[in-house]
């Protein structure tokens, strides 16, 4: 990509809203927790021969990140890792967030275990922050509450989305989407609700109250987040096809569906959000993990799904490396995709700025209601 190009130019500068993502860690630790976050789908410690450092990711921070602490690209990862260590996590956190270019930061609270919460969170990157509510984790709180369940549910949660922009659903991780996904009557709730509690009300797995929570999260009318496809070794990855969702989806009204991550899916996500007028995609982790063949993937992206269904996130979570990087991975494979599509005529430049714009900002500020005059932010940061 011709560097001095309209186009190059646009998407260095251009704000984004990052319409998934966590917390940065809040407390220092060794490099065996940095490079165990560097993989995604391994939940236990690294093998004592592996290294987070030795894979897409790992090569990306060695690549990106560098320059950010003043180091030069594809340092030694011994030498990245001492200079990351002469700083606190918040200042790690003030420097990567700011330099993502984000102007909008939506946090997935359900999991923020040794995490920043969304103030916090808030206060390190300087912007404009808001609250993703997880819906199983409102379950959990219901489930130790006092009376009806479902009462205690509908309570919880209206009180908290009513600061929140949206929802959240890992049913990917609770028994994957295959199955029936039709609303429990009253009834089925309150037995299998009775059930949970009777069991501790841990870790909710119960496909009738799981079930119960999107319908809720359905009448909300925001926007509703799925976890699609690549996650850890708790994810049953061939019952995270998002096609299993297609029956829930016909009957999930006007209600925003954002399908998260997506690969290896991405494809048939894809043709959801062509099919279904309340239906999104997004490549957040996913661009993180595939770092130098991430091009490949927005471009598969760009394949079937309309421009004004594709959002942006980096689904960054821990070291806030991976906040940072999303956007710079993205950056590069979309400049990288929509120039080839310029340099071949396939596309005018002014229509690959305006895609840039849409998937950087306009369709998350448009589907979360984002009360801000410019969705954009600063033209600079």
């Not at 030694?76 to 700083?87: A, C, G, I, L």
């Not at 002014?350 to 840039?356: G, L, M, N, T």
Request: charged share 25%; with cysteine; glycine share 8%.
């Amino acid at each position: 990509m011709t560097p001095d190009s309209a186009l190059a130019q646009h998407i260095s500068r251009v704000a984004l809203i990052d319409q998934h993502a966590h917390g940065c860690w809040s407390s220092a630790g060794d490099r065996r927790r940095f490079e165990n976050a560097l993989n995604e789908a391994n939940t236990q410690p690294l093998a004592a021969f592996d290294s987070g450092f030795d894979t897409q990711l790992g090569f990306a921070v060695r690549n990106h990140c560098a320059a950010v602490l003043g180091l030069p690209r594809h340092v030694d990862p011994q030498e990245y890792w001492e200079r990351r260590s002469q700083f606190s996590e918040s200042d790690l956190a003030r420097r990567f967030l700011s330099a993502a270019g984000v102007s909008n930061w939506l946090i997935d609270t359900g999991f923020a275990d040794g995490v920043t919460d969304v103030a916090a969170f808030g206060e390190l990157s300087g912007r404009r922050t808001y609250e993703v509510v997880r819906l199983e984790q409102v379950a959990e709180e219901a489930a130790q509450a006092d009376g009806d369940y479902a009462v205690a549910f509908e309570e919880i949660l209206a009180r908290r989305a009513a600061g929140a922009v949206g929802t959240k659903s890992i049913l990917a991780y609770r028994g994957g989407f295959d199955g029936d996904l039709s609303e429990p009557s009253a009834a089925e709730v309150r037995t299998a609700a009775q059930h949970w509690r009777d069991a501790g009300g841990v870790r909710l797995q119960d496909r009738v109250l799981l079930r119960f929570g999107l319908y809720q999260a359905l009448r909300l009318g925001k926007p509703l987040q799925f976890h699609v496809g690549l996650g850890d070794r708790d994810c049953d990855l061939h019952k995270t096809d998002p096609l299993y969702l297609l029956d829930f989806l016909r009957n999930s009204g006007d209600t925003p569906i954002v399908l998260l991550h997506c690969y290896p899916y991405e494809r048939q996500a894809g043709y959801l959000a062509q099919a279904l007028n309340n239906v999104y995609i997004d490549g957040g982790l996913t661009v993180n993990q595939l770092g130098a063949r991430a091009p490949a993937f927005v471009a598969r992206m760009l394949e079937l799904a309309p421009f004004r269904k594709i959002l942006y996130s980096s689904d960054g979570y821990g070291p806030a490396e991976l906040h940072y990087l999303g956007s710079a991975l993205w950056r590069n494979a979309i400049g990288r995709v929509l120039h080839g599509f310029v340099d071949a005529d396939d596309w005018s430049e002014a229509d690959a700025i305006r895609v840039v714009d849409l998937i950087a900002h306009h369709n998350a500020a448009r589907i979360y209601r984002l009360a801000s005059g410019d969705p954009r932010g600063p033209t600079t940061w």
